[in-house]
């Protein structure tokens, strides 16, 4: 398919900066990518930086590198980074930004009873503030941010495999089914809403399955402008996909959502990935809140009424 896979005679090892907010998950995804066969480095001072990458017989790696660097990293310069990247030989390199809310931070480092790297004796939260403004040229400069708010460790591994587990000639598409009512989707690239059509947990002989079922989605996709909606919407990614990848993203996250993140939004996200497959993109499916137990008080407008509506 054009413009989704580079050819494997431009491959190159991949130099990924694993940078962002302490607190985020940064071991955790050095540890991934290890597992993973990269070679990884953490708390690298810069000024090793370029050797680490090339190694001291300058021979060009083939293996696949990610560097942890933040705060605590020696020399560490949010602003020079980004070019110092570029200038290393052999390698493609690429910056991961990983972020989460304020008080996700606030709660982990209560957890653990770590001290902030640039609070060491004040609260967790005046470092977090400080290390926001201090990394800020780097997230703007970021192939990708990675937000862990809502991800477990075991959520998060997967993510990087989705993300970082191939050759890294051919683009990762990840289609995310989410519900809004639990907070937007902090992983994807694009998020459609599709809170426009009928909400299917308000219909009891619906209500306990969900857009993996047949009776769901087939409720949805005979709502009006369900239709033009998905087709609409595959002609955008189709546009979009392979111009990403041109301009050198590697991955792309796909999200759809409704209220409660089980019914409408579960429906999309296959219904979409079957019409990418189509067209020879292969996406991932992940489905963040289908485990979770419908939950009237999250869902609004909506009388429940005793079955599907005539059409």
């Known amino acids: ?150 991800l477990k460790p075991a959520d998060l591994r997967d993510e990087l495999r989705r993300r970082y587990g191939d050759e890294g000639d051919e683009l990762v598409v990840t289609i995310t089914s989410f519900g809004f009512s639990r907070g937007i989707s902090r992983t994807s690239d694009l998020v459609f809403d599709l809170r426009f059509l009928p909400n299917p947990h308000w219909i009891d002989a619906l209500c306990p399955l969900t857009g993996a079922d047949a009776p769901v989605a087939d409720f949805v996709a005979a709502q009006d402008g369900w239709d033009e909606f998905m087709t609409r919407t595959e002609e955008l990614l189709a546009f979009l996909l392979p111009r990403y990848w041109d301009a050198g993203k590697t991955y792309v996250g796909i999200a759809f959502g409704c209220t409660g993140g089980r019914h409408r939004s579960v429906a999309g996200a296959l219904a979409m990935a079957e019409r990418l497959r189509a067209r020879g993109f292969s996406p991932n499916i992940r489905h963040r809140d289908l485990g979770l137990r419908p939950d009237d008080s999250l869902e609004t407008g909506q009388e429940r009424v005793e079955g599907p509506r005539d059409q």
Do not use: C
């Not at 810069?46 to 680490?52: G, I, N, S, Y």
């Not at 300058?58 to 696949?64: K, L």
């Not at 990610?66 to 390199?93: K, Y």
């Open 1 to 150: 398919m054009t413009g989704t896979r580079r050819s494997t005679q431009a491959r190159v090892p991949r130099l990924l900066l694993v940078t962002g907010m302490s607190g985020a998950g940064k071991s955790t995804v050095l540890d991934a990518l290890e597992d993973m066969g990269w070679d990884t480095v953490d708390n690298l001072p810069t000024a090793l930086l370029h050797d680490f990458v090339t190694g001291s017989d300058r021979i060009y790696r083939t293996a696949h590198v990610a560097v942890g660097m933040d705060a605590r990293s020696r020399g560490f310069d949010p602003h020079s980074l980004p070019g110092l990247l570029q200038s290393i030989p052999g390698v493609r390199p690429e910056i991961l930004y990983l972020d989460a809310t304020g008080a996700e931070l606030i709660r982990r480092y209560s957890e653990t009873r770590r001290r902030h790297p640039l609070s060491p004796d004040r609260p967790p939260e005046d470092g977090i503030g400080r290390e926001r403004d201090l990394t800020a040229a780097l997230r703007l400069a970021a192939d990708s941010v990675l937000d862990t708010t809502d």
